[in-house]
Nanobody, 126 residues
Framework: QVQLVESGGGLVQAGGSLRLSCAASGPTFSTTYMGWFRQAPGREREFVAAISWSGGSRYYADPVKDRFTVSRDNTKNTVWLQMNSLKPEDTAVYYC???????????????????WGQGTQVTVSS
């Protein structure tokens, strides 16, 4: 079992940057695939990024590719989402999620992930 707590959200102007953190507790973090999702009001939860347990493989949704970077440090039980060149359409609640097993074809599916944080609000003003 892994428990997740996000932090780092806030209000930023378009073009700015934020770094989200997800702190994990539990003995299996280093063998857990981690993902980031977001949900805007009135919209379904959508995939943002994911990283393999070793950090060797990273996956991004097209709208954030080249702007966002996912990383992790297994010695700190933490995964980060660095968000640059933020746009108003990036406004959402951001969630980190984890799963011990992941098929590449399911990396963007929220139902694949077993563990979820409570979310952190990101608001980008125009």
């Amino acid at each position: 079992q892994v428990q997740l707590v996000e932090s780092g959200g806030g209000l930023v102007q378009a073009g700015g940057s934020l770094r989200l953190s997800c702190a994990a507790s539990g003995p299996t973090f280093s063998t857990t695939y981690m993902g980031w999702f977001r949900q805007a009001p009135g919209r379904e939860r959508e995939f943002v990024a994911a990283i393999s347990w070793s950090g060797g493989s990273r996956y991004y949704a097209d709208p954030v590719k080249d702007r966002f970077t996912v990383s992790r440090d297994n010695t700190k039980n933490t995964v980060w989402l660095q968000m640059n060149s933020l746009k108003p359409e990036d406004t959402a609640v951001y969630y980190c999620a984890g799963t011990p097993t992941l098929a590449l074809s399911n990396v963007g599916s929220a139902s694949t992930y077993d563990y979820w944080g409570q979310g952190t609000q990101v608001t980008v003003s125009s």
